[in-house]
T-cell receptor, first 113, second 109 residues
Framework: EAQVTQNPRYLITVTGKKLTVTCSQN?????MSWYRQDPGLGLRQIYY???????DKGDVPEGYKVSRKEKRNFPLILESPSPNQTSLYFC????????????FGDGTRLSIL | SQQGEEDPQALSIQEGENATMNCSYK?????LQWYRQNSGRGLVHLIL?????REKHSGRLRVTLDTSKKSSSLLITASRAADTASYFC?????????FGKGTMLLVSP
């Protein structure tokens, strides 16, 4: 089944403790991206990747890192999480580039205490 | 960055009625996409309409695009309780996809 898989789905952690949210897609998609969704602010893009080893900042990259060493994986890294990074996070991928339909994961709800 | 803005923010209807949501955006686009999000879940792509298309249908969905007014509408006909969700329009730029804040649709039995 074609899908984007995020892990974990839920995480409660404390300020400053490094964490990684994994994202994997099995559709051989070139484009992958991360979004955060907050009430009243909608979805905002954090980082995106057009292909392996090619990543760039989205609208809200501060406090986040990403890497794209393999085509299928695009982990989101919070080196020193802070409470303002408490949010619902989504990974998405598409064949070709951003103007194609995006396939979303089911989301990761992060709570930073 | 260009952004779609949906209207209304929330819509409550009865099963069997039609639901219309509107989206406005700011700059020229290659295409416009509509997505659905069930509560707390990932977004699901519904339909893509290209800039040279005026109308597109998919099942009970009808999307229109007016590039002169920089607006699009999503019509859901004969709505069902299962259509209860948030609906977003999205406009692609060179490398990023920008979403509006969405319309919350509630369909009551």
């Amino acid at each position: 089944e074609a899908q984007v898989t995020q892990n974990p789905r839920y995480l409660i952690t404390v300020t400053g403790k490094k964490l990684t949210v994994t994202c994997s897609q099995n559709m051989n998609h070139e484009y992958m991206s991360w979004y955060r969704q907050d009430p009243g602010l909608g979805l905002r893009q954090i980082y995106y990747s057009m292909n392996v080893e090619v990543t760039d900042k989205g609208d809200v990259p501060e406090g986040y890192k990403v890497s794209r060493k393999e085509k299928r994986n695009f982990p989101l890294i919070l080196e020193s999480p802070s409470p303002n990074q408490t949010s619902l996070y989504f990974c998405a991928s598409s064949l070709g580039q951003v103007n194609q339909p995006q396939h979303f994961g089911d989301g990761t709800r992060l709570s930073i205490l | 960055s260009q952004q779609g803005e949906e209207d209304p923010q929330a819509l409550s209807i009865q099963e069997g009625e039609n639901a219309t949501m509107n989206c406005s955006y700011k700059t020229s686009i290659n295409n416009l996409q509509w997505y659905r999000q069930n509560s707390g879940r990932g977004l699901v792509h519904l339909i893509l309409i290209r800039s040279n298309e005026r109308e597109k249908h998919s099942g009970r969905l009808r999307v229109t695009l007016d590039t002169s007014k920089k607006s699009s509408s999503l019509l859901i006909t004969a709505s069902r309780a299962a259509d209860t969700a948030s609906y977003f329009c999205a406009t692609p730029g060179y490398s990023t996809l920008t979403f509006g804040k969405g319309t919350m649709l509630l369909v009551s039995p």
